[in-house]
């Protein structure tokens, strides 16, 4: 045997090792990793500093969050061109917000979607909140979590950014019994997904039910409409609404009415039918009744764009999700991008529990007691196909 040839091979194997190592190492300090960066975006009209939090990755995906609401203010997604561009409807300036917003991209509470009239009891002790839709409360009040500001914390890590934000409402702000303290976390990870995480506890028994409120436009033009959008809804059933969009409290079939969206179905294919459940929504702002409820968390909904071939695949833990067409964008909100947002130029689904849950004992509960924790966990996922 060759000592010297085997002392050479035995080198040079030693050598390929710790030049692959050295650099599989680098590679794996050079992976597509989630940044946070932290701006100033602003005084609020009562003189409160706003920050803005930017989380990104190295593919491509931003978003960007405000402490003023929660609000996410944009949101960028690959289209099959491997092309980042915004798809959250929202606005550049904080004046803006607080003028006059349709919830563009808020967190929502103390709860979210309506309350019949603004009553409700617990425990045979009623209580009553602001009327700020029509004849009944919608979303939190007349300051709801929409318009409040959050303290922030960021934590990152090798592969995930988060952003905690936290806010505590005392007892009876807008109404509500107990003081609140509750907490939301957005994480971003690598894979262009975002986790939507919701903690809450109280110290009086209250009602809570939370939710995210972003308004989406997969062709990233806001000037287009969404119809053309291919949505899917893990539903058999859904809350047929009164006039003034508090559910009757019957769950109704989704076969063989436009509400069917099982298989993807174009939002525009039957969003003028003839049906009074449309009339009264104006098109779509009903909440769909989820299947596999037991299950946690798992697949509730998709949106798929087929020009951009922008993905939106949404899963959750939640019992129900609002779908709501942009009815109500007329034309009269000023666009990021020039121009104003027109007629069902965007489209939100919301996970979260009944409307009017409080006052229909046949719904999921949404009251809190003290020594519990609420929590809910909700996930965006985009991809393109």
């Given at each position: 045997?060759?000592?010297n040839h085997f002392k050479i091979n035995y080198l040079s194997v030693?050598?390929?090792?710790?030049?692959?190592?050295?650099?599989?190492?680098?590679?794996?300090?050079?992976?597509?990793?989630?940044?946070?960066?932290?701006?100033?975006?602003?005084?609020?009209?009562?003189?409160?500093?706003?920050d803005q939090f930017i989380l990104s990755t190295k593919k491509g995906?931003?978003?960007?969050?405000?402490?003023?609401?929660?609000?996410?203010?944009?949101?960028?997604?690959?289209?099959?061109?491997?092309?980042?561009?915004?798809?959250?409807?929202?606005?550049?300036?904080?004046?803006?917000?607080?003028?006059?917003?349709?919830?563009?991209?808020?967190?929502?509470?103390?709860?979210?979607?309506?309350?019949?009239?603004?009553?409700?009891?617990?425990?045979?002790?009623?209580?009553?909140?602001?009327?700020?839709?029509?004849?009944?409360?919608?979303?939190?009040?007349?300051?709801?979590?929409?318009?409040?500001?959050?303290?922030?914390?960021?934590?990152?890590?090798?592969?995930?950014?988060?952003?905690?934000?936290?806010?505590?409402?005392?007892?009876?702000?807008?109404?509500?019994?107990?003081?609140?303290?509750?907490?939301?976390?957005?994480?971003?990870?690598?894979?262009?997904?975002?986790?939507?995480?919701?903690?809450?506890?109280?110290?009086?028994?209250?009602?809570?039910?939370?939710?995210?409120?972003?308004?989406?436009?997969?062709?990233?033009?806001?000037?287009?409409?969404?119809?053309?959008?291919?949505?899917?809804?893990?539903?058999?059933?859904?809350?047929?609404?009164?006039?003034?969009?508090?559910?009757?409290?019957?769950?109704?079939?989704?076969?063989?009415?436009?509400?069917?969206?099982?298989?993807?179905?174009?939002?525009?294919?039957?969003?003028?039918?003839?049906?009074?459940?449309?009339?009264?929504?104006?098109?779509?702002?009903?909440?769909?009744?989820?299947?596999?409820?037991?299950?946690?968390?798992?697949?509730?909904?998709?949106?798929?764009?087929?020009?951009?071939?922008?993905?939106?695949?949404?899963?959750?833990?939640?019992?129900?999700i609002q779908f709501y067409s942009g009815n109500f964008l007329d034309?009269?909100?000023?666009?990021?991008?020039?121009?104003?947002?027109?007629?069902?130029?965007?489209?939100?689904?919301?996970?979260?529990?009944?409307?009017?849950?409080?006052?229909?004992?046949?719904?999921?509960?949404?009251?809190?007691?003290?020594?519990?924790?609420?929590?809910?966990?909700?996930?965006?996922?985009?991809?393109?196909?």
């Amino acid at each position: 045997m060759n000592w010297n040839h085997f002392k050479i091979n035995y080198l040079s194997v030693f050598i390929i090792v710790f030049f692959c190592s050295i650099i599989s190492c680098t590679n794996t300090k050079n992976m597509a990793t989630v940044t946070i960066e932290k701006k100033p975006f602003g005084q609020t009209a009562n003189g409160d500093e706003v920050d803005q939090f930017i989380l990104s990755t190295k593919k491509g995906m931003e978003i960007s969050v405000i402490t003023y609401g929660g609000i996410i203010t944009s949101w960028t997604a690959a289209d099959k061109n491997g092309d980042y561009r915004d798809i959250a409807l929202g606005y550049n300036t904080l004046a803006e917000y607080e003028a006059e917003t349709p919830y563009f991209g808020a967190l929502i509470g103390r709860y979210g979607n309506r309350i019949a009239k603004g009553k409700f009891s617990i425990d045979g002790e009623a209580y009553t909140l602001a009327v700020n839709n029509g004849e009944n409360h919608l979303h939190g009040g007349l300051k709801g979590f929409d318009k409040v500001v959050w303290d922030a914390k960021t934590i990152v890590n090798d592969s995930t950014a988060s952003l905690e934000l936290s806010y505590l409402s005392i007892d009876m702000e807008e109404g509500y019994p107990g003081n609140l303290q509750t907490k939301v976390t957005y994480t971003l990870n690598n894979n262009d997904e975002l986790s939507v995480k919701y903690e809450a506890k109280t110290d009086k028994p209250t009602i809570v039910n939370l939710t995210q409120h972003s308004y989406f436009n997969l062709t990233a033009d806001f000037n287009q409409p969404v119809l053309d959008h291919e949505l899917v809804i893990k539903a058999d059933s859904f809350l047929p609404v009164d006039s003034t969009l508090i559910p009757t409290g019957e769950f109704r079939n989704v076969a063989e009415t436009p509400f069917d969206f099982r298989s993807p179905k174009a939002i525009g294919k039957q969003i003028n039918a003839e049906n009074i459940q449309i009339k009264n929504g104006l098109g779509y702002d009903h909440c769909w009744v989820l299947n596999d409820q037991e299950k946690g968390v798992r697949f509730v909904a998709s949106a798929y764009e087929p020009v951009s071939g922008r993905l939106l695949e949404i899963f959750s833990d939640e019992p129900g999700i609002q779908f709501y067409s942009g009815n109500f964008l007329d034309g009269t909100l000023p666009s990021k991008n020039q121009g104003t947002y027109q007629h069902r130029t965007g489209f939100c689904l919301e996970t979260q529990h009944f409307p009017n849950a409080p006052n229909e004992p046949s719904f999921p509960t949404t009251i809190l007691k003290p020594g519990e924790t609420f929590t809910s966990e909700t996930w965006f996922q985009f991809s393109v196909k």
